[in-house]
């Protein structure tokens, strides 16, 4: 029992894909996905920083480096799964909440255990951090998923998400970052040329304006 | 809605790996793994006639090929999952069939769903046949983890579901397929040389023997 | 000698792809295919039997599950080999044949001997279960070659093997089961967005009036 | 020109594996690495922490999440060259940083290069966190290499990898987050059964009594 | 020390992939560059040669054959590079010969050493082979930039070097194989459709014209 | 008609695994082998050479480089088939004869045609080019099945492969080559430590001295 097994735990995350069963041009990895919303979380604060907010550093990047450690024990089925209603997600929630509470008690040596509940439990609250971190996570399926759509991948799947990310990301527009977002990385990012693309920017248009 | 959603359905399952977050020197897609318990049970059901047992061909197909369809909804996290006490794998199979229902429902016309209602809800039952199932998908685990403990696979997990698996099939030790697989088939696997073998037989006997 | 090795060849179907030496997006292999064409003959058996074909269950079942597993000894090499006569083709199920004898004279046990020179030859014939069988491996052929060519795949084999499909389907259209198929779930398909549309659906609709 | 083309970087580093060239039953992507040394410098930040030193945790994350940020630019060739000599890989350090230069001027906005700056240049410095880092980056190399050794590696380069990590880490011994590693974690992870223990540990004792 | 190093070196060539770090739909490793140069540098000689210029067989396979082998030590890091000024591709130049020469000394026998000296250092000089070897050496980035075009591949570095090969070949307009190349070869692979094709060809137009 | 489709050819050589259906550590093209024989080829032509054997370059590199070409046809199905008898192969070696001349005759320009016939039919002849390709053909067998024996790969057809390779190379002991490489390269390679060592060398010293 100790933190090497907390170390290996690392190597599922970079055996776990996202949104499996899915066909992906790119796949991505837990592991992955972790590193790239944490570095766009270090994005967003220093926009935010360069407002005036103050930002916890250090929480800003716990939340974000650990919010997905816990896929290690059921994989990332939540994000994507259809015919799959609240009640149903809140279940899955549930068990994979019970199994991180086993892991830290089996795992994790007893002076640390304070510090893992905080890291593997907490994340997307409502404080700056936690709202910067809800929206990196987004940005980054919307990276994703953009992707997925520019070579033309037929699954709707991913026209989903990308809207999908759009209009939560368009929730957190109280925070300078996300504005900043919209004005200066988002439009660099739809400058594309892709089949299908007038339609696709009239779909966007129209959701940004609601 | 109609059958086009079920046969774009099997694609899900040709991308879902079996044991996801686990080091496998062979991966074994959903798919293929049902594939591969049918052709297993149809093995069975060969010896179970061969000993004037009637077998329900029919059944036995049917439960075999579509036992893991309904994978496609939260992929395979049941079986390897540690930290997951009886309680939460039962929360896992109630999403699961609550997702089913609700596929059947949007997705199968309304004069097959009775039929699609016992192919994806009916299974490991008391029948002939669902014992064969039973029996047949254990089978292919313990080919499954024996092929990785030969090349050498580090992670524990391959053992314990070999040795899992050998309990399992050694349970229906009443079926007339279960004693010709330990007598004539078992054997023959192996007989193959690999690094620990000596002391890898010695728990494989004491299995047998309990 | 005995049932091991044929087991044992399951493993040599999950590592075979079809088309080898052609891009694909999506790869199949043997084994995957082998479970969705049993999938869908049992799509098919279900609309035959609700038009009041009796089916043969067991008989479909076996043929559809069996129908490639020869394919472990030279391949999936028959179907897109470009320069290939008939009387080449005729020589490659020769050689296929032919090894299958041997394989079954020195692995199969001989009180089981029968059942697998059965399931190994016999496939395509002339009953229900054959034509049905014949359908579902085409249906599955069309599946695969259309979710390449929606995205943008630009080797010309895959049009090809969805024409051909398409042909083949169209000669059983006295089937019910291909009647279905072509009235529900054909349609459902084609209704998806992709780059040359137009035209394809051009050269569907004059094959599907010829 | 703006954070767009930084976070289409992390793609990049999604797709560069570690140690290009050499034979892996594991690969490890340079995105995957960056997140493992995060998690591990995290373990490590703690461990001072609880031996009452001071951690500057902004600094500590950023150091470790950025450290192999600009291997995008020429990929991970510096650590396993062979027929490399100390010049060398001080050439290929300095084409590294004048292309960091370059990206920055031309795709970070002003008012953020200074931060970038600091971000992809400074690192594994004298301060505490430089340590860690330094630290960190060779626990994770030490994971990845006995990884590959206890599944039979034959390539020699991932033993010299190995006591090349335990040398590295071994300099560091002032620090308690080491004297803990050794001590409590290092002998946790050796606890594996593989071909060539007896060797390999004696080896390591060797280097330990150094 | 000997030339089973030599030999082992090949597998290094089949791991490193062209262009790390960008997506492709069909990735290509060096070995099978190399292969496909080769076969290329063979179909211009024979032109060559019908043309009435004498070809050195020996000298033109020799190029081709071993003209990437020292990207073992550094890894295909020169063509795609960004940010990359002249001085700092001379620079990476420089190390990949100091490494040559470094492995020559050290794992070739003696009395073989001239050979490879020659074999690893000379290529793309001004006699015919060298030129034909860089000919071959574009057009066969040209094959393989324009199936990620046609595949609809979005990163705009298949069209950079596709267009960067174009310019290149024209460069050597004067070799027959060169002006049979644009007459005969190119326009056939140019009759394919995909998406963007007719804006495409405007600009291949305009370079072939200028 | 042209050389177009000549080149685009060694594409699906890029596709095409050597020995199909077997699990393998590391899998090789038809491209990266061709191209490793020809290296091969290479090495063993210096050292005929230099035992003042003439050498016609050109012949040499030309069979070593185009010798599996024709696999495009059928694949890489020759070498590993077990129950296949020498007459099933004879007509396997009929098919892809057949089907060569059919793509000579459709793709190849009329004034190359003659010497791709040469290039495609003829190989392994008794002249000293043809001795070496068979040896070099033989010795990367040998090194591709013995990287999967070092790996402890438990499938029993790589040490087939291995001692059928030994004795091939053994049959051409009055080549200079073959015994340099008897006497200077082969005792390297078997310099490793492996699972399994004494008793594969024992095999290996039996065959030698047969």
Redesign the interface.
């Known amino acids: 029992m100790?933190?090497?097994?907390?170390?290996?735990g690392?190597?599922?995350?970079?055996?776990?894909?996202r949104a499996?069963?899915?066909?992906k041009?790119?796949e991505?990895?837990v592991?992955?996905h972790?590193?790239?919303v944490?570095?766009?979380a270090?994005?967003l604060g220093?926009i935010e920083e360069?407002n005036d907010i103050p930002v916890d550093?250090?929480m800003l990047?716990?939340k974000a480096?650990?919010h997905d450690y816990t896929e290690?024990?059921?994989?990332d089925?939540k994000t994507p799964?259809k015919?799959?209603?609240k009640e149903?997600r809140g279940?899955?929630q549930?068990?994979e909440e019970?199994?991180t509470d086993?892991?830290i008690n089996?795992e994790i040596?007893e002076?640390?255990q304070a510090?893992y509940r905080r890291r593997l439990f907490e994340g997307k609250d409502e404080s700056v951090e936690g709202e910067v971190l809800a929206v990196a996570d987004k940005?980054d399926l919307l990276?994703e998923s953009f992707?997925e759509i520019?070579?033309?991948?037929?699954e709707p799947v991913y026209k989903e998400m990308f809207i999908e990310s759009v209009k939560t990301i368009k929730e957190y527009g109280h925070r300078p970052s996300v504005q900043y977002f919209f004005k200066?990385?988002f439009p660099?990012?739809l400058d594309?040329?892709?089949?299908?693309k007038t339609a696709f920017l009239k779909t966007v248009d129209k959701i940004m304006h609601q």
């Open positions: 100790g933190l090497n097994e907390y170390i290996l690392l190597n599922n995350l970079e055996k776990i894909t499996p069963g899915f066909f041009f790119t991505h990895t592991a992955a972790s590193f790239r944490t570095s766009i270090q994005v220093d360069a550093w250090k990047y716990e480096l650990n290690r024990f059921i994989g089925i799964v015919y799959a209603s149903l279940m899955l549930i068990v019970k199994m086993e892991f089996q040596p002076e640390f510090i940005v990276y992707e520019i070579k033309n991948n037929p200066e990385i660099e990012l594309e040329n892709f089949y299908g």
